[in-house]
């Protein structure tokens, strides 16, 4: 009897431990080091959301487009000074333009791309954007699908015994501008129009949005985490792959 009884109260504790540890939180497992795929992923994601932190879609929204283009292209010490001042035959087209407005902007996907040796990333920031341009010559308004590119070159460099993660060369790639119409398909006249404009749109827009998002790109870079700023110089100082290329 006695060997039985203790059984029994063997077997009512082991019942009472056993749910009391049903009852604790279950031990967390130490995180794992991020896989190349995750780093570049993180540095990605926080580019894009630290570009529209610093309001880059109000930025595309209202770029001065219009007031360039009525210009000729001439703005005083900006980027596209000359472009289009020397072509005369385009004024009775510029003139044409009665009212120009950019809606939806859109930041895409960003690329990343590593270096061959391993020590630089280049940062593909896709943008979009919709041209909406009164003109005589259409009832409506035309609308215009716009994609421009911006390439931002990101690379380590040591001041003050410190290593840094900064903003190299940052770009439009030529003829990377893609233009679509959207709305307002008309006659010959409207679509000789539209191919005018195109020409216009590739010789200014591209180095607009380059002056306007370069600056925001900085900034973003200025912003991203400590502890993924380290991992990505650790990785670049030692050529370590990290960018996974499909």
Not at 42 to 48: E, F, G, K
Request: proline letters at 7%; a neutral charge.
């Amino acid at each position: 009897m006695f060997q039985i009884g203790g059984l029994v109260v063997f077997c009512g504790l082991l019942a009472q431990t056993t749910a009391q540890l049903d009852a604790l939180p279950l031990a967390v497992t130490p995180a794992l080091a991020p896989s190349p795929t995750d780093l570049a992923g993180n540095l990605t994601r926080a580019l894009s959301n630290g570009l529209l932190s610093e309001g880059l879609l109000g930025v595309l929204e209202n770029l001065p487009l219009l007031d360039i283009l009525k210009a000729g292209g001439n703005t005083p010490g900006g980027l596209l000074g000359g472009l289009l001042g020397h072509v005369t035959s385009l004024t009775p087209l510029l003139e044409n333009i009665v009212d120009l407005k950019i809606t939806n902007p859109k930041l895409l996907e960003l690329g990343l791309v590593q270096s061959p040796d391993g020590h630089r990333l280049y940062v593909t920031i896709p943008l979009g954007m919709v041209l909406n341009v009164k003109t005589p010559l259409v009832g409506s308004l035309l609308k215009l699908a716009v994609k421009p590119n911006i390439t931002a070159e990101l690379l380590t460099v040591k001041d003050d015994q410190k290593i840094r993660l900064v903003l190299g060369d940052c770009t439009h790639s030529p003829g990377s501008l893609k233009i679509s119409l959207l709305d307002g398909l008309g006659p010959l006249p409207l679509q000789s129009f539209v191919d005018n404009l195109t020409g216009i749109l590739n010789n200014v827009l591209p180095g607009l949005v380059q002056g306007k998002v370069c600056p925001l790109v900085n900034a973003a870079l200025g912003h991203l985490d400590i502890t993924l700023v380290h991992s990505i110089l650790n990785a670049l100082i030692h050529r370590l792959q990290f960018v996974i290329t499909v």
